[in-house]
């Protein structure tokens, strides 16, 4: 599914919150690659001076759209700002690029993609200074059900973040004609994940945008329903006001809220 503000959205917008001084963080860059695919380049924001421990790592998982619009979206102003936000906070975040999945038809070669940068971390954690045995995975739109999938059952998650996107990929508020089968789409959902792993899932913050689509905001609803029955921790938080990627575009007090909640919410699990 492209991210809903994919038409007219701006790349450069950053997070609503206070601009983070650049002397809290250095960028040091690094490559991947998954199955003999293109070479992806990330980048890693890391708290300046350097911790005397090595941080705990954050992962964000960009949304989905055509290869045109995702090309470099690790150098989006939502996700440098992210990093940086994350980094003066102690965190390590990895931003980088992941390729489309081509309107959901190629939904195992991205995840095949994420789970190559989460290896790529883990080899590269020494030289970075990180504690890549400690991780949190941030996912943000279209990407969250990639991320979430992707990400489970890998070694050193503790914690899933997952803004404003789909819990589930089965309903056609949530499909396009060009889409995967529904079959193939329920093994890529989160709902159907928690299903198998139960208590087992990892701690997961949602955030919510009121004015979303219905689709997303109804898969997130039944995704929280169902982690209740299940004893699974999960934190949701709404801006009833806000639309899809409100963390910059909707410049208020809910926004910063619910930004600074997350974070506090990942140094909760990750320290």
């Known amino acids: 599914?492209?991210?809903?503000?994919?038409?007219?959205?701006?790349?450069?917008?950053?997070?609503?919150?206070?601009?983070?001084?650049?002397?809290?963080?250095?960028?040091?860059?690094?490559?991947?690659?998954?199955?003999?695919?293109?070479?992806?380049?990330?980048?890693?924001?890391?708290?300046?001076?350097?911790?005397?421990?090595?941080?705990?790592?954050?992962?964000?998982?960009?949304?989905?759209?055509?290869?045109?619009?995702?090309?470099q979206a690790r150098l989006w102003g939502q996700y440098r700002s992210w990093g940086a936000l994350l980094a003066a906070n102690g965190l390590a975040a990895i931003a980088f690029d992941h390729g489309s999945s081509h309107g959901r038809t190629r939904i195992p070669s991205v995840v095949a993609e994420i789970q190559a940068l989460l290896d790529a971390v883990d080899r590269d954690g020494p030289r970075l200074g990180i504690d890549a045995t400690r991780k949190a995975v941030w996912s943000g739109s279209a990407g969250v059900p990639l991320g979430i999938v992707a990400s489970l059952d890998q070694p050193g998650v503790r914690c899933q973040i997952a803004f404003y996107g789909p819990m589930y990929l089965r309903t056609d508020a949530t499909r396009t004609e060009d889409s995967a089968p529904a079959a193939d789409l329920e093994a890529y959902s989160p709902i159907t994940h928690l299903e198998r792993l139960g208590a087992s899932f990892p701690p997961t913050f949602i955030a919510k945008a009121g004015l979303d689509r219905p689709g997303i905001n109804d898969s997130i609803e039944a995704f929280v329903a169902q982690a209740e029955q299940l004893s699974v921790p999960v934190t949701l938080l709404t801006h009833p006001d806000g639309r899809h990627a409100f963390d910059v575009l909707d410049d208020d007090d809910r926004s910063r809220e619910i930004i600074e909640a997350a974070v506090d919410f990942m140094l909760r699990w990750l320290t």
């Open 1 to 71: 599914m492209p991210d809903p503000v994919r038409r007219d959205f701006d790349v450069g917008l950053e997070l609503v919150t206070p601009p983070v001084p650049t002397d809290t963080y250095r960028v040091v860059p690094g490559v991947y690659r998954a199955n003999g695919g293109p070479e992806r380049q990330y980048d890693a924001y890391l708290p300046q001076p350097p911790p005397a421990h090595p941080p705990p790592t954050v992962i964000l998982v960009h949304g989905d759209g055509p290869p045109e619009f995702l090309d």
